[in-house]
């Protein structure tokens, strides 16, 4: 990625104190914004390393036996709480939905931007409307029909959906993107005699791997934290997902006010994800700039 | 051009997502549709059908005139903080800052965190009692600042916050990847005239990522009009009827879980109205942005 | 460049594999956690016919509640081989997604929440299975009718408009002043349980208000619509009575909340509002609770889950006990108490209605009923030991008319108290308008919401 530095020389001498300070109040901002977000996040892991009566005490003052209460905060929310299955469930769904519907949102995309033929603009226009649809409005019918199909309460439902919702947007996002890519290479491809597959699959896919990889994170987001659906889909405690865990635990925790054991279990369901992101943030942002197409 | 082979191609590639998006998305919809147009707790078979009827209560509905107001106050409100944020960033982001990955990482962070755990953070965060905010301003003697923050008269500017908080970062990286397809010359020969930073950032990133910035605003539209989790689990266990937005006003009438209200036809017709909303809006959306595309 | 595209095309068909079969694997091995301890202390040989009951909860896996509920379940199977229950602890969200599986026609027979989300749930659409019959059956564990275990009037909560009974009450709450005994006895005040006036009442709030400078006389949490509206529909009711109460709620024209009775009980709200800890109309659940537990306030009004609720914070030596809400000299409607339950509820279409009364009877049996109230939880038994800060309740119960939540309209127009009462009683409670502007709203609001 190309990291663009756009050093003015209209303040003259490089030693010019606007030059040197010039970014100073850049930075106040960003330090001021992240200042705030590091404080709520150290916020939410102190207070599960209160007692319950410290957490209603003064906001600021620190926790008097943090070692002891964290202990019990922590085991308590791990061994009552299943967050470890919830955040496998979590990643399952996801990793399942996000590939599945990119790897048939492709072709479709593919087709739809490059293919002339009739109805391709209605299709299209089929599947970017249903992007406003609200989830409230098909739980129920949603729910039968899986019933019906023997799927209601099950990861494979629950995949499914997703992959049935996260079609709209994915393929507006690649229609997009594709429309960017050049044609020359692939009337190249078919003077040489390549089948149209063939120009498919070895000469477009290769050049549309940012766009899917956007399209990819892009899901991944949403997904992770989708609320709703999984709400309605799965009842089963054993295959909730991880906002299904924490809205569940509120219920629980919240009525017998354990609040510092509520935080616990929310710092428990956030460190994983947490972990991942600091690893992959780099790729995934470097990845980001190269897919957004126009 | 003849290549007429890629015909072949169209049905194949399109079926595996038509079938999907029909069956799991567009069939239910349908129905939803349809149960729109009956009386119906949710319960067992007894649907009543009564055409239009739930359509013509909601005219007369002031709990839904008012929870609109609220999503589109959020909609509009947030919006502008978060683009006005996420270009600001995007931008600064371009200059010769030290540690942009590390800001550009912690923008992005509350992506990844669900809404319903986000909620509960914001719920302490705004607590008067024992919250930091609360307590910050108590601490640099500006009590007189502090306000009932999750209150009827403040909360939706609260959740507002809450919202552009958490959103800014996707935009934001949506935005900064348009701004990197922009090609160096551009700005080169601008500085080489002599133009200042922000001028540049007006006359020419702006124009130039215009089509990103349609797309995120559109996305945006949508998305807005939709929240719900991050409200639901802020204003958890029971919002206030005179704090609802559409989607939690939906939501209440729809399950019971505020009150034990079960009227899923009336909540299938509000849901139908937010669809209708969206697509208004995005149409709006559409026509306000529209100009000739700039070609490289 | 080749290579490379084949490893990403493989790492893509491995994790497609890997997920589709992690997605096969999952349900099976994730199968409802009840199933394997009947699997292990099945017989042998195995009885004629096994015969399945499926009980949604309320309750999440985890809490206090569930595990015992869970235990007895067990503990019911052992005794009865030939019935296997299987729970889902689907938690408090469980009516939620009721809808979607009784659409479906998925198995459930048991489902539990408070008396009114069930009753508006399955009762009022003709979905739920009278009781009687199993009711007069013998109880679990003696020899009486299993009606007859119930204290009296526990089981009217489940009764409906059809006289038949369609929900079991598990545990039983009132509505009451809950009041820090060791403050109150050091200024030497007594509260009688169900006797007290209002005069009296405010006399007390007086004399703490004195006598106690720092500490608030009462204490609320403001914006939450469902613990303020407690004291308008109390004063309606002792003033007015409760079916003028009720008649003016179902006025379509809203006019009936003119009579004077209503106008002087929302004067009597603003004459108290000053004995509310400071900031009360924006404090934000549950600092008011907190801060009662820390005796910062005397009493507050609120359901009698109160003790339980606070008691991983209840500090050493503070001991809770209540009063019921003051009655009104001259009033017509002074011997009502509200009295609501979480309470089960049974599906029509439930194929072994007789193995579902059984299982039940078992859970409402004292045995269980006495380990549900070691928790703090009142239970409307008979015999089973009082939680010591509820001693107050049944007192109260055996004196008063019981009534439901706010005299039924919660459970017979929700969306009414939600759309209507609740939004004019916010306002006026959190002393953003006064006592005519407060029936002004009723009035009009009423009127608009009717001709919707």
New interface residues.
């Given amino acids: 990625?190309?990291?663009?530095?756009?050093?003015?020389?209209?303040a003259g001498s490089t030693l010019d104190w606007r030059y040197r300070f010039r970014?100073v109040p850049?930075?106040a901002?960003?330090i001021l914004?992240?200042a705030?977000?590091?404080?709520?996040?150290l916020?939410?892991v102190e207070?599960s390393f209160k007692t319950?009566?410290e957490?209603?005490?003064?906001?600021?003052a620190l926790p008097a036996t943090p070692l002891e209460a964290a202990a019990a905060n922590y085991e308590k929310a791990w061994t009552?709480?299943?967050m470890g299955?919830y955040f496998s469930?979590s990643v399952?769904?996801t990793?399942?939905s996000v590939?599945?519907v990119v790897?048939?949102?492709a072709?479709?995309a593919?087709?739809?931007s490059?293919?002339q033929?009739p109805g391709n603009t209605i299709?299209t226009y089929y599947?970017i409307?249903?992007?406003?649809?609200?989830?409230?409005?098909?739980?129920?019918?949603?729910?039968?029909?899986?019933?019906?199909l023997h799927i209601?309460?099950?990861?494979?439902g629950l995949?499914?959906?997703y992959?049935?919702?996260s079609?709209?947007?994915t393929?507006l996002l690649l229609t997009?993107f594709f429309r960017t890519l050049p044609t020359e290479l692939e009337?190249a491809a078919?003077i040489d005699g390549c089948?149209?597959?063939g120009i498919?699959w070895r000469v477009m896919?290769?050049l549309a791997g940012p766009g899917l990889f956007?399209a990819a994170i892009f899901n991944f987001?949403s997904m992770?934290?989708e609320?709703?659906l999984a709400?309605?889909i799965i009842?089963?405690?054993?295959?909730r997902t991880?906002?299904l865990g924490?809205?569940?635990?509120?219920?629980?925790m919240?009525?017998?006010?354990?609040w510092s054991g509520?935080?616990a279990a929310?710092v428990i369901?956030?460190i994983p994800?947490?972990l991942v992101?600091?690893a992959l943030?780099?790729r995934v942002?470097s990845g980001?700039?190269?897919?957004?197409g126009? | 051009m003849g290549r007429r082979g890629r015909q072949r191609l169209v049905v194949p590639f399109i079926l595996p997502a038509f079938i999907l998006y029909s069956v799991f998305f567009v069939y239910p919809a349908i129905r939803a549709f349809w149960v729109s147009l009956h009386d119906w707790s949710g319960f067992g078979g007894n649907m009543v059908y009564i055409g239009l009827g739930n359509y013509s209560e909601m005219l007369k509905d002031t709990v839904f005139k008012e929870s609109l107001m609220r999503t589109l106050t959020i909609s509009l409100g947030g919006g502008i903080g978060i683009f006005a944020l996420a270009l600001f960033f995007a931008a600064i982001l371009q200059r010769d800052l030290r540690g942009k990955k590390f800001f550009r990482t912690l923008i992005f962070f509350p992506m990844i965190v669900p809404g319903v755990g986000l909620g509960l953070i914001w719920q302490f965060m705004y607590n008067n009692s024992w919250g930091p905010l609360s307590a910050l301003l108590k601490l640099v003697s500006l009590e007189s600042l502090d306000r009932v923050w999750l209150g009827p008269d403040y909360i939706i500017k609260s959740l507002a916050v809450a919202v552009i908080w958490t959103y800014v970062g996707y935009y934001m990286v949506m935005l900064m990847a348009g701004i990197d397809k922009i090609p160096p010359p551009y700005y080169e020969a601008a500085i080489l005239d002599g133009a200042s930073e922000w001028k540049m950032f007006f006359t020419i990133t702006l124009p130039m990522i215009w089509d990103v910035l349609v797309v995120a605003l559109i996305l945006w539209t949508i998305g807005s009009l939709k929240i719900f989790d991050l409200i639901a689990a802020t204003t958890f266990p029971a919002p206030a009827t005179s704090t609802y937005t559409l989607t939690i006003y939906i939501w209440a009438e729809a399950v019971g879980v505020y009150m034990p209200v079960f009227r899923l036809g009336y909540a299938t017709a509000l849901g139908v109205v937010l669809l209708l909303m969206v697509v208004v809006a995005v149409g709006i959306v559409r026509f306000v942005t529209r100009r000739e595309a700039i070609e490289y | 460049m080749k290579s490379r595209k084949f490893v990403l095309l493989t790492l893509v068909i491995a994790s497609l594999l890997l997920s589709l079969v992690a997605t096969q694997c999952a349900p099976a091995t994730k199968a409802p956690p009840t199933e394997k301890p009947t699997v292990e202390e099945k017989p042998t040989e195995k009885p004629a016919e096994k015969v399945k009951i499926v009980y949604w909860s309320m309750f999440s896996e985890g809490e206090p509640l569930q595990q015992l509920l869970d235990q007895a379940t067990q503990d019911f199977m052992k005794e009865n081989p030939d019935i296997e229950v299987e729970v889902n602890w689907a938690g408090r969200q469980v009516l939620t997604v009721l809808q979607s599986a009784i659409a479906a026609g998925t198995q459930v027979d048991i489902v539990d929440h408070s008396d009114d989300r069930v009753y508006n749930a399955i009762v009022k659409s003709g979905l739920a299975l009278p009781l009687d019959e199993y009711l007069d059956e013998k109880a679990y564990d003696s020899d009486k009718a299993w009606k007859d275990t119930f204290k009296p009037g526990a089981l009217e909560i489940g009764k409906a408009d059809d006289g038949k009974y369609y929900l079991i009450p598990r545990d039983d709450y009132i509505s009451a002043f809950f009041y820090n005994v060791k403050m109150l006895d050091e200024l030497g005040i007594h509260p009688s349980p169900g006797e007290m006036t209002w005069t009296e009442f405010v006399d007390m709030l007086e004399t703490i208000r004195s006598e106690k400078p720092d500490v608030s006389p009462l204490g609320a949490d403001g914006p939450v619509s469902f613990y303020n509206n407690w004291y308008f529909t109390y004063l309606a009711i002792r003033l007015a009575g409760k079916d003028a109460f009720r008649e003016a709620a179902y006025d379509k024209t809203g006019e009936k909340w003119g009579e004077p009775e209503f106008l002087q009980a929302a004067q009597m709200i603003e004459e108290i509002q000053g004995y509310f800890q400071k900031g009360f109309e924006g404090s934000v659940w549950p600092a008011a609770q907190v801060q009662w537990v820390n005796s910062e306030i005397a009493m507050m009004f609120c359901g009698a889950w109160l003790p339980k609720e606070m008691s991983e914070q209840t500090p050493e030596g503070f001991e809770i006990s209540l009063f019921g809400f003051p009655k009104v000299e001259g009033g017509k409607g002074n011997e009502y108490v509200e009295h609501w339950a979480n309470t089960y509820g049974v599906l029509k279409d439930c194929k072994h209605p007789e193995a579902v009364a059984r299982y039940l009877q078992y859970i409402t049996s004292k045995k269980v009923g006495t380990d549900i109230a070691s928790l703090g939880t009142p239970v409307p038994l008979v015999g089973v030991p009082v939680p010591p800060a509820l001693e107050n309740q049944f007192k109260i119960l055996e004196t008063h008319t019981a009534i439901p939540a706010r005299a039924g309209l919660n459970t017979e127009i929700p969306e009414y108290m939600d759309n209507v009462f609740n939004v004019c009683d916010d306002k006026l409670f959190q002393m953003q308008i006064g006592p005519e502007e407060f029936i002004e709203c009723l009035k009009t609001e009423s009127a608009a919401y009717w001709a919707r």
């Fill in positions: 990625m190309t990291t663009r530095t756009i050093a003015s020389t209209q970014n850049y930075y901002f960003l914004w992240s705030i977000t590091i404080f709520i996040f916020w939410l207070g319950n009566r957490v209603f005490g003064s906001a600021f009552v709480t299943h299955t469930n399952v769904v990793l399942a590939i599945v790897a048939i949102s072709p479709a593919y087709a739809l490059r293919v033929f299709v599947f409307a249903g992007m406003g649809l609200p989830f409230q409005l098909i739980m129920v019918p949603l729910f039968v029909l899986l019933a019906r209601a309460n099950t990861l494979q995949i499914l959906t992959i049935g919702v079609i709209p947007f393929i997009g009337d078919a089948s149209e597959f498919f896919m290769p956007t987001v992770w934290n609320f709703l709400m309605l009842s089963n405690d054993k295959l991880l906002p924490i809205m569940s635990l509120r219920y629980s919240q009525y017998t006010a354990d509520l935080f929310v369901a956030i994800s947490f992101y600091l943030s780099e942002m980001l700039t190269l897919g957004m126009k």
